[in-house]
């Protein structure tokens, strides 16, 4: 099954229009195109849980669960990156210092640490899809 390359405008205005519903079901399905890469690309890679399962526990966290998911998905990212002969100069450490410190940017750096996620998830998913000949 082919990995759909995602726009970061439709994710932004869908997730609007839906108030935050899309945003949900981005996020479990981001997950889990990500945990089918990294089983090919990363040795040893542990698949992250389910996306429903990190919401709950940010809630319980206050929110920091989150940061610490969205650390380990930019390293994954980076590391199934290098299994495909790419290198990214974003790893977890970028998304997270864009997601807390981006914040005092007037609130745009969250946004701009995402739209590095997608742009990076979407040439993990062109490698992807042409390593096992799905149309691009």
Not at 4 to 32: D, H, N, P
Not at 57 to 69: A, H
Request: glycine share 10%; charged share 10%; aromatic share 20%.
């Amino acid at each position: 099954m082919a990995i759909k390359q995602r726009s970061f405008a439709m994710y932004l205005l869908l997730s609007v229009v839906t108030c935050g519903i899309y945003s949900l079901y981005f996020w479990y399905v981001f997950t889990e195109d990500l945990n089918r890469i990294c089983s090919e690309k990363v040795p040893g890679d542990k698949p992250s849980m389910n996306y429903i399962l990190v919401v709950l526990l940010s809630s319980v966290t206050c929110g920091i669960y989150y940061y610490f998911w969205l650390y380990q998905q930019g390293n994954r990212m980076a590391d199934a990156a290098n299994g495909y002969g790419q290198t990214f100069r974003e790893n977890g450490t970028t998304y997270l210092m864009w997601c807390l410190f981006g914040s005092l940017l007037c609130g745009i750096g969250p946004f701009f640490g995402m739209y590095l996620m997608f742009k990076n998830m979407n040439v993990l998913a062109f490698n992807y899809n042409g390593e096992h000949g799905f149309a691009m």
